[in-house]
């Protein structure tokens, strides 16, 4: 299974954006990467997803390298309530394999 | 709108005692799944379903079995609990075939052995 790699943490202050980056190098051309978060004591969230293109919801946008080998979720201002653990997923023959994704501590 | 549905929320179990989780859907969708979570950890797939009386492994499938008689229901049954099935279980469920198609996933049911 192709893998992603995530830094452990991130801080932000809310209101503020926040860029969560991810890094999918061995990513093949069927995989759409997927993002999900966790809350504390929930089953994980969708948040976006993407094949090449960038996209944007209410949620949040999805800014994938023209090479896929990477790419970045952005929350455009950062709430109390998006505090969580962030898991970047390649989605690959209807399987998600999740790591250990990025905590997002934001502050009041 | 329910979405998924996980019981129970919380059990404890001793060692080799037997159960099974529940989980049901009402988004009509053919696509179920069973993850498990231990602490500080990502999900990892236990077993999956693709249709009404079709299973596959997953990552992580010993210990556990399950069945898909209908699109709504899919149980995981534990048959011996053994203390390192201590653990976060998560049930999802998408709609029809495609990457691109979101996993819904449930609240969970915390279950301990001891």
């Known amino acids: 299974d192709a893998k992603t790699t995530q830094p452990n943490s991130m801080e932000s202050n809310e209101e503020e954006p926040v860029h969560l980056p991810c890094n999918h190098s061995?990513?093949?051309?069927?995989?759409?990467i997927h993002w999900y978060r966790q809350l504390p004591s929930q089953g994980p969230e969708y948040v976006i997803h993407?094949?090449?293109s960038n996209v944007n919801n209410r949620m949040a946008s999805l800014a994938i390298a023209e090479d896929r080998k990477s790419s970045t979720l952005i929350l455009h201002r950062a709430t109390l309530r998006d505090a969580a653990v962030y898991y970047c997923?390649?989605?690959?023959?209807?399987?998600?394999?999740f790591g250990q994704g990025t905590i997002l501590t934001v502050h009041p | 709108n329910a979405g998924v549905t996980q019981t129970p929320k919380f059990r404890i179990l001793k060692i080799g005692q037997s159960m099974t989780l529940q989980c049901t859907q009402d988004?009509?969708?053919?696509?179920m799944y069973w993850y498990r979570q231990d602490p500080g950890m990502g999900l990892k797939l236990i077993y999956y379903?693709?249709?009404?009386?079709?299973?596959d492994k997953g990552e992580v499938p010993n210990g556990y079995n399950v069945s898909r008689s209908t699109t709504e229901d899919f149980p995981l049954r534990l048959e011996l609990a053994a203390p390192s099935q201590t653990s976060v279980y998560f049930c999802?469920?998408?709609?029809?075939?495609?990457?691109?198609?979101?996993?819904?996933f449930g609240d969970g049911t915390r279950l301990s052995i001891l």
């Open positions: 993407g094949l090449t």
């Open positions: 061995t990513i093949s051309g069927t995989d759409y």
């Open positions: 999802a469920s998408s709609a029809g075939q495609g990457d691109n198609q979101p996993q819904h």
């Open positions: 997923i390649l989605y690959s023959y209807g399987k998600l394999t």
């Open positions: 379903s693709v249709g009404a009386g079709i299973t």
């Open positions: 988004m009509n969708h053919n696509y």
